[in-house]
């Protein structure tokens, strides 16, 4: 049992550092550049999946006024929408 704890443990650290953003997709944004979307959002390429906050991302993009955010689409292992 010590064995598959340790083994489980191993597989999550493994995945938590391994999985980091790699590719940042931007959807439905007509007006704007895609990178000032990506700005606002704050990800940044390198940033764990598992550590980014939807509801951060959702508050920063809508700062700007022109910018209603919908949704964060995981595409794994390391991208994102």
């Not at 598992?50 to 809508?62: G, M």
């Amino acid at each position: 049992m010590l064995i598959g704890i340790a083994a489980a443990a191993l597989l999550v650290t493994l995945l938590y550092v391994l999985l980091r953003v790699r590719d940042i997709c931007v959807e439905g944004n007509q007006w704007s550049e895609a990178g000032r979307v990506i700005e606002l959002s704050g990800i940044q390429t390198g940033d764990s999946i598992f550590q980014l906050n939807e509801k951060e991302i959702e508050e920063q993009i809508e700062k700007d006024p022109h910018f209603i955010f919908e949704d964060v689409k995981y595409r794994f292992p390391t991208g994102i929408t």
